[in-house]
Each structure stands twice: as C-alpha cells, then as structure tokens.
C-alpha cells in the first residue's frame, strides 16, 4: 500500500498569518497520463471531510483561493494564506492513484 | 446541489451483519464510481470499498475482503454496502462518498460490541 506521511501532525497559525501543510507519499502519484493523484482534505470539528484540492493543485468547488496545493512526484503541500477562523479543523492529504487509496494521519490546525 | 444521505447505522453483536444504504441526489448517480470511508472514533480516514459506475468492478481493502460487499443500484440512484461477519475493529463512523471524493455524505455511525 502507498504509505502517506503527513508533518507536522498540529500547527497553530495566528489569524491572517499563512500555514503550510506537506505531506510525502512512498511513491510516486504520477500516473503515464501526466496527472497527480494526490488530493487534500479538511474535516471541521463534528463534520464530515470535505473536498479542498484535487489532482495536486486543483482547487475544489466552493473552495476559497486562500488555499493552493502544489508538489512533485511524491512530496506536497498544502497552503493557506490569510488563515481565518473556519479554516479550524483537520487536513488530510490522500492518494487516488492506485487501490486501495489511502490517506494521511492528519494535521490538526487550531488557532493563536 | 448534490446529497448523499446515509442510513442503517445501529449497535450490532460481533459476527452479526448489517447494511448499510445511501440515497444519492442531485447528480447522475450512474456515471459515477461510488466508495465507502471509514474512521474509527478519534481515528483518520480508511477507504474501504470502490464500485465502478456500473457495478461490474469492485475492490475492497484486506481486512474487510469477503466480509463487505459493496453494491449500488443506478435506477434508484443508491449505494450499499453489505457488512457481514463484523468485527469490534469494524466500529467507525462510515461516510458515503463519490470516487473522486469531491463530496461526502454526514456519515452513518455502526458500533459492533457484545
């Protein structure tokens, strides 16, 4: 299985202030078809995951442009300018390149 | 706007089974490969089953691998999954969610204890 490994595990971001999340798969998410297939994710407190960043840098639907997901083969990031309120939650970063699809152990980012 | 409503969630005995249903709306629900996700209380995320748009594919993760099936019925745009044999490690909060995993359903909490 594709082992994904996520630092650091919490962060605290003083509001307004930006945050990065990396995350590092065992292999790479490069798939022959030129796209990379890592995904990010936040679950709000109580809620269930929601969709951030698609194929590596794609933004989701409804998704503010505070966050940008950027990376290699096997090594990414997720960032977040202007951290707000709502943004309080957990991050994932996933793989949906080969089955079975995993994700990694979380970052919890709370708030200064 | 899209909805995946799960249901069938309830305390069940180690070795019973359950079913799992989620009604989906809002989309074509026969043009996309469908998935289970799981997470344990205070736990991450486990994906634990796919079905492609017809239903002619499946994979499952080992540990549930001939024990969960999962299944979906396009004319009445609803996913299954069908838990047999289940397990105290089976216990998680089990989300319904599109292949791509753009969006995701409130959850369904099962709790497998004697």
């Known amino acids: 299985d594709i082992v994904m490994t996520q630092a650091p595990l919490s962060v605290s971001v003083t509001p307004g202030e930006s945050a990065s999340i990396s995350c590092r798969s065992s292999k790479s998410l490069l798939h022959s078809n030129g796209i990379t297939y890592v995904y990010w994710y936040l679950q709000k407190p109580g809620k269930s995951p929601q969709l951030l960043i698609y194929r590596m840098s794609n933004l989701a639907s409804g998704v503010p442009d505070r966050f940008s997901g950027s990376g290699s083969e096997t090594d990414f990031t997720l960032k977040i300018s202007r951290v707000e309120a709502e943004d309080v939650g957990i991050y994932y970063c996933?793989?949906?390149?080969?089955?079975?699809?995993?994700f990694g152990a979380g970052t919890k980012l709370e708030l200064k | 706007e899209v909805q995946l409503v799960e249901s069938g969630g309830v305390l069940v005995q180690p070795g019973r089974s359950m079913k799992l249903s989620c009604a989906a709306s809002g989309f074509t629900f026969s043009s996309f490969p469908m998935a289970w996700v799981r997470q344990a209380p205070t736990k991450g995320l486990e994906w634990v089953a796919t079905i492609s748009t017809s239903g002619g594919s499946t994979y499952y993760r080992d540990s549930v691998k001939g024990r969960f099936t999962i299944s979906r019925d396009n004319a009445k745009s609803t996913l299954y999954l069908q838990m047999d044999s289940l397990r105290s490690e089976d216990t998680a909060t089990y989300y319904c969610?599109?292949?791509?995993?753009?969006?995701w359903g409130q959850g369904v909490m099962v709790t497998v204890s004697s």
């Open positions: 996933g793989q949906l390149l080969e089955n079975p699809y995993t």
């Open positions: 969610t599109t292949g791509g995993s753009s969006d």
